[in-house]
């Protein structure tokens, strides 16, 4: 047994295999081989004790194998799901993330991102892109690989669900079930995918002939509390939808939350569609419609787009196509 640290020499030397072949076969970035040879060194390694120095090979590459990955807030179950779908999608390529939390501020934006830069991360991936910021433009600026998720800006690498379709298939749903006073509670007016979903919204309506109201077009944070004010605003207009399509589910749980409280029944008075399918929807009272978004497909596609040395114009932007999944809280219009 070798005294000390556990090298590849010594695990080269046990097994009669040279150093870059049982370097390959150790590498868990690469493909796992499952040849004879490649099971008798990973063994002989594991007996031995070996453990992959990251910092020697990171050192030798200039890389740390650190992905900084910056969020509003884990307590977003959204945000929360995106961000461990990164992890795993990281921990396949051996890479491994760090994050940090803004509470949705560009000052504290820009404050994690230094801080992770720091601690010497390959990259960034930020789910927290605000139109008119210009932060990313002072990251490509400094030349700090960078990739958005969930959020889109229009000039940087992105990769997010297809949010004008999710928006249009939400809405055409509620049409399909013969709602034409189908109401939206559309997210903040800052993040993208939201106006994206929004845009999804008067696309389905115009298409189908069917008047676009103002006042059923109400704006709010992608909170519960948020949610449940915004559905407040909504009732109070003259006429009441007998629809609403909320544009992140805990916007649509908050709504659910006031429509109990005043009495008004979903689905029988008025349906009710969410979007992302975060667990919880699925086993509240009212089970809950919405629109899910495969969260590994976007965080794949977001690592392979912060590693790429180039990408075109056309490949910049990843689209990930949400599903519809139907539950009890929408119902035909009588």
Request: proline share 4%; glycine share 8%.
């Amino acid at each position: 047994m070798p005294k000390g640290r556990v090298t590849l020499h010594d695990v080269a030397r046990a097994t009669g295999v040279s150093k870059s072949t049982v370097s390959r076969m150790l590498d868990e970035r690469l493909p796992r081989s499952e040849s004879e040879k490649a099971r008798h060194v990973r063994k002989i390694a594991a007996e031995l004790g070996y453990v992959r120095d990251v910092s020697a090979a990171s050192l030798r590459r200039g890389t740390t194998g650190m992905i900084g990955v910056i969020v509003s807030r884990l307590t977003d179950t959204v945000v929360a799901m995106m961000y461990e779908s990164l992890a795993r999608a990281a921990a396949k390529s051996g890479r491994f993330t760090i994050v940090a939390t803004t509470e949705d501020e560009p000052d504290a934006e820009r404050l994690a991102a230094e801080m992770l830069l720091r601690r010497g991360v390959d990259g960034l991936v930020l789910a927290t892109a605000r139109e008119g910021s210009n932060f990313t433009d002072e990251l490509a600026e400094r030349g700090i690989p960078h990739v958005l998720v969930l959020r889109r800006n229009g000039t940087s690498r992105a990769s997010i669900g297809d949010d004008p379709l999710g928006g249009y298939l939400a809405t055409r749903h509620l049409l399909d079930l013969g709602h034409r006073d189908i109401a939206i509670l559309g997210g903040p007016e800052y993040a993208l995918n939201a106006h994206d979903r929004v845009t999804g919204y008067r696309n389905a309506l115009e298409e189908a002939g069917v008047e676009i109201r103002p006042e059923w077009i109400v704006y709010s944070a992608f909170g519960i509390e948020a949610g449940a004010e915004a559905a407040e605003t909504l009732l109070a207009s003259e006429v009441r939808p007998t629809a609403i399509f909320a544009v992140n589910d805990n916007i649509a749980i908050g709504a659910l939350s006031t429509l109990t409280r005043r009495g008004i029944s979903v689905p029988d008075d008025m349906s009710l569609v969410g979007y992302n399918d975060i667990p919880l929807v699925a086993h509240l009272p009212v089970p809950l419609t919405s629109m899910r978004v495969p969260f590994d497909q976007v965080a794949t596609s977001a690592l392979e787009l912060l590693s790429a040395e180039s990408v075109t114009e056309k490949d910049h932007i990843r689209l990930a196509t949400p599903t519809l999944i139907p539950r009890r809280s929408t119902k035909a219009r009588r």
